[in-house]
């Protein structure tokens, strides 16, 4: 049977560097994509990303899980971003400073150019809808389908009450379905 998450990190408190990389390989590409898609910018998210790992790191002599692992993580995250974000005076870098990442559908039997090109402007709708979320709602959003977070997980991990993180989310949820629905 495998640890669960807060098992590892109470591990990783006693010294043990292997469950440290457990943890570390469950939540790095969930944690690395949230930071890339709420900065749009590979080296500040880099870098953000491994202070966040840091900060856990600096952080494991005081751990208790009072929340799921993931929800504690997350929460280190929000306040480095919140701080990143202070720092740059919330402006963020633009969807058009960073090319798409979306992989071409592999040609074959069943291949049709024209649903390839939709799907592709359908996700250049969803980026930029995405992008022009305010901070709040792109971050709850990103908690939700990044991260896996309820409701009040995503409360939780940026210290907003459940109804105004369920309101973020619903409205992100909103918004970003219209953009992408067929014109």
């Given amino acids: 049977m495998e640890a669960g998450d807060e098992q590892l990190m109470l591990a990783y408190r006693e ?44 952080a494991r002599g005081r751990y208790e899980p009072q929340a799921k692992f993931s929800t504690w993580l997350y929460t280190i995250a929000h306040n480095r971003m919140l701080d990143h974000w202070r720092k740059c005076g919330l402006t963020l870098v633009s969807l058009d400073q960073e090319e798409s990442g979306a992989a071409e559908p592999a040609a074959g039997s069943g291949y049709e150019p024209h649903r390839a090109l939709e799907a592709k402007q359908t996700l250049v709708r969803f980026a930029r809808a995405l992008e022009a ?51």
């Fill in 133 to 183: 979320l305010p901070p709040a709602q792109r971050e709850a959003f990103l908690l939700h389908e990044e991260a896996g977070m309820s409701v009040a997980e995503i409360a939780q991990a940026t210290g907003a009450g459940e109804e105004a993180a369920k309101s973020r989310l619903r409205y992100a949820l909103s918004k970003l379905r219209e953009a992408v629905a067929d014109e």
């Fill in 15 to 58: 010294g043990d560097a292997g469950a440290f990389e457990q943890l570390y390989k469950r939540h790095r590409g969930g944690l690395y994509r949230f930071v890339l898609r709420s900065v749009r910018d590979r080296a500040t998210a880099e870098e953000l990303y491994q202070e966040i790992w840091m900060r856990v790191i600096e």
